[in-house]
């Protein structure tokens, strides 16, 4: 059937106001953040319900049509960019958040709910949401699950995976799939909803979420820690987790470069009066404040003594702490200033960070003596972000990933801690999976997407 039958059934059966052929969907649905080259869908519908969803998903079935849910758009991996002659199904109007229930630590919400919007709901309702990134006001918390997001939270709550109670997912064929059942323990065969979280789109489209709030902490410390080498940052981290357990909530480390980067781009003061090789920022949570940042400061000061810290910030204020985690900031200001940003989100044994970071600085050097490359990453669990500006190595991006992606098999890394696989890491997914996972994994999107249109040529090939 021709592609001018099938938008006019699905404009017929929607409504123009929910589904806009291709020509006159606006540039912003043509690709996300990852700076992937845009390509124009076929079409680009908004739905605003489960059964609209459903909808757009049995016509697609019925004239073999692609489709690439699409979420904030900030992946940073092209997974949410329209493949050729596939629409591009936004869940941006399904935003409503549809019940918190405190007594029971829960949040019903619809995908398309930004991941701010969630964690504000969650605060107004005396409690926190467990996962947090940078791009938070525009993620929506579909793409969250559908990415398995990370982000500053994990080293206390987990990944997106341990939020996520329950999903209703449509499947490629229409059906929907409710799944909403408000339990920890549900031991009654395959948990299905697992299949979704982290599939980026490949085996259904989220329609709801339902998930897990974490009691708020009544006070949290702040300090930014300067340390000379990656081995003081580790036993940081181990001498604050004897102390304070897993109320040490956030354990971010930031190489100088990075650091450097921070400061200039988004013009803040250092905070401290010379550079160091490495910082880390660092939440603790606890009960009464004074005390809380009296124990912060008592750790620092034995960890100064034993020749770990070279110069700390305990900060005195909310205030204070906001304009430390700012430095923290500046991978949204990535594509501003790397032309263009070369990003890796890999996963390390932990002990072993800081020696990669060292072989990926010597490897980059003796090839591209001018090259710009930032670290940082969320260490407390394992995951570096390194960052490269295209434009000081010559443009050779396929290079600069080949030699990265080949120390991370030196290493026994994983090419995606958090981000995904998408179009970007498609190459390199042999890497981090056995043939025989890929098997699995190709004989689960067969069962589930039989024709193959859900999110096509994402994370690998049939
Ligand atoms: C400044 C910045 C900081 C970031 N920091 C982090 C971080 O710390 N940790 C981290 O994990 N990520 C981080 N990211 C990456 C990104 O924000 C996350 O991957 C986020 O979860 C993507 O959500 P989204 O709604 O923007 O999804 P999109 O980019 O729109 O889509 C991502 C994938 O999910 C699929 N998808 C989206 N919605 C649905 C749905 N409802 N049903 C099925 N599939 C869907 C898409 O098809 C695509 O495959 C960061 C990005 C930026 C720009």
């Given at each position: 059937m021709?592609h001018?039958?099938?938008l006019?059934?699905?404009?017929?059966t929607?409504?123009?106001?929910v589904?806009?052929?291709g020509a006159?969907?606006p540039?912003?649905y043509?690709?996300?953040?990852?700076g992937?080259?845009?390509?124009r869908?076929?079409?680009?519908v908004r739905?605003r319900s489960?059964?609209?969803?459903?909808?757009?998903?049995?016509l697609c079935?019925?004239h073999?049509?692609?489709v690439v849910?699409?979420?904030?758009?900030?992946?940073l991996a092209g997974?949410a960019?329209?493949s050729q002659g596939a629409?591009?199904?936004?869940l941006?109007?399904?935003?409503a958040?549809e019940?918190t229930?405190?007594?029971?630590g829960?949040?019903?919400?619809q995908?398309?709910?930004t991941l701010?919007?969630v964690?504000?709901?969650?605060?107004?309702a005396g409690?926190v949401?467990g996962?947090d990134?940078g791009?938070r006001?525009?993620?929506?918390i579909?793409g969250?699950?559908?990415?398995?997001a990370?982000?500053?939270?994990?080293l206390?709550?987990?990944?997106?995976?341990e939020?996520?109670?329950?999903?209703e997912?449509?499947?490629a064929?229409?059906t929907v799939?409710?799944m909403?059942r408000p339990m920890?323990?549900?031991?009654?065969g395959?948990?299905?909803?697992?299949f979704?979280?982290?599939?980026?789109?490949t085996l259904?489209?989220?329609?709801?979420?339902l998930?897990?709030l974490?009691p708020?902490p009544?006070?949290t410390?702040?300090t930014?820690v300067a340390?000379?080498?990656f081995?003081a940052a580790?036993?940081v981290l181990k001498?604050?987790?004897?102390?304070f357990?897993?109320?040490?909530?956030?354990?971010?480390?930031m190489w100088?470069s990075?650091?450097?980067?921070?400061?200039?781009?988004?013009?803040l003061?250092?905070?401290?009066?010379?550079?160091?090789?490495l910082?880390?920022?660092?939440n603790?949570?606890g009960?009464?404040?004074?005390?809380l940042?009296?124990?912060?400061?008592?750790?620092?000061e034995e960890?100064?003594?034993?020749?770990?810290?070279?110069d700390?910030?305990?900060?005195?204020?909310?205030?204070?702490?906001?304009?430390?985690w700012?430095?923290?900031?500046?991978?949204?200001?990535?594509?501003n200033?790397?032309?263009?940003?070369?990003?890796?989100?890999?996963?390390?044994?932990?002990?072993?960070i800081g020696?990669f970071a060292?072989a990926?600085?010597?490897a980059f050097s003796?090839r591209?003596?001018?090259?710009h490359?930032?670290?940082?990453?969320?260490?407390?669990?394992?995951n570096?972000?390194?960052?490269?500006?295209?434009k000081t190595?010559g443009?050779e991006?396929?290079?600069v990933?080949a030699e990265?992606?080949?120390?991370?098999?030196?290493?026994?890394?994983?090419?995606?801690a958090e981000h995904g696989?998408?179009?970007?890491k498609?190459p390199?997914l042999?890497a981090?999976?056995t043939?025989?996972?890929l098997?699995?994994m190709r004989?689960i999107?067969?069962?589930l997407?039989p024709?193959g249109?859900?999110n096509?040529?994402?994370?690998?090939?049939?």
């Amino acid at each position: 059937m021709s592609h001018e039958k099938f938008l006019a059934e699905l404009i017929s059966t929607l409504g123009a106001d929910v589904a806009q052929r291709g020509a006159d969907v606006p540039e912003r649905y043509h690709t996300d953040w990852s700076g992937t080259p845009p390509q124009r869908p076929l079409a680009l519908v908004r739905p605003r319900s489960t059964q609209e969803v459903s909808a757009v998903l049995r016509l697609c079935t019925a004239h073999r049509v692609a489709v690439v849910p699409q979420g904030g758009l900030t992946g940073l991996a092209g997974a949410a960019v329209p493949s050729q002659g596939a629409i591009a199904l936004s869940l941006e109007r399904m935003n409503a958040i549809e019940n918190t229930d405190t007594r029971a630590g829960l949040m019903q919400a619809q995908a398309g709910v930004t991941l701010q919007a969630v964690q504000e709901a969650a605060v107004a309702a005396g409690m926190v949401f467990g996962v947090d990134l940078g791009a938070r006001g525009s993620c929506q918390i579909g793409g969250n699950v559908a990415t398995n997001a990370g982000g500053n939270g994990v080293l206390q709550h987990g990944m997106m995976r341990e939020q996520v109670l329950g999903l209703e997912v449509v499947l490629a064929d229409g059906t929907v799939l409710p799944m909403l059942r408000p339990m920890i323990k549900n031991n009654t065969g395959y948990d299905l909803k697992q299949f979704f979280i982290g599939a980026e789109g490949t085996l259904g489209v989220v329609t709801r979420v339902l998930l897990r709030l974490r009691p708020a902490p009544q006070a949290t410390a702040t300090t930014l820690v300067a340390m000379a080498d990656f081995d003081a940052a580790l036993a940081v981290l181990k001498r604050m987790q004897s102390r304070f357990g897993n109320s040490v909530a956030a354990y971010e480390l930031m190489w100088d470069s990075f650091v450097q980067a921070s400061l200039s781009w988004l013009k803040l003061s250092a905070p401290f009066a010379e550079s160091h090789p490495l910082l880390a920022l660092i939440n603790v949570d606890g009960k009464n404040e004074s005390q809380l940042q009296g124990d912060v400061q008592q750790v620092l000061e034995e960890a100064m003594e034993a020749g770990e810290v070279l110069d700390a910030i305990v900060a005195q204020s909310v205030a204070q702490a906001q304009t430390l985690w700012k430095l923290r900031e500046a991978p949204a200001e990535l594509n501003n200033n790397m032309h263009p940003a070369i990003n890796f989100d890999v996963s390390l044994p932990q002990a072993e960070i800081g020696r990669f970071a060292q072989a990926c600085e010597a490897a980059f050097s003796a090839r591209w003596p001018g090259k710009h490359a930032l670290y940082f990453g969320h260490v407390g669990d394992g995951n570096l972000h390194v960052s490269v500006d295209g434009k000081t190595v010559g443009g050779e991006c396929e290079a600069v990933e080949a030699e990265l992606y080949r120390l991370v098999g030196e290493f026994q890394g994983s090419v995606s801690a958090e981000h995904g696989i998408g179009l970007h890491k498609k190459p390199y997914l042999q890497a981090s999976r056995t043939p025989q996972e890929l098997a699995v994994m190709r004989a689960i999107k067969q069962a589930l997407d039989p024709l193959g249109l859900m999110n096509p040529g994402k994370v690998f090939e049939l």
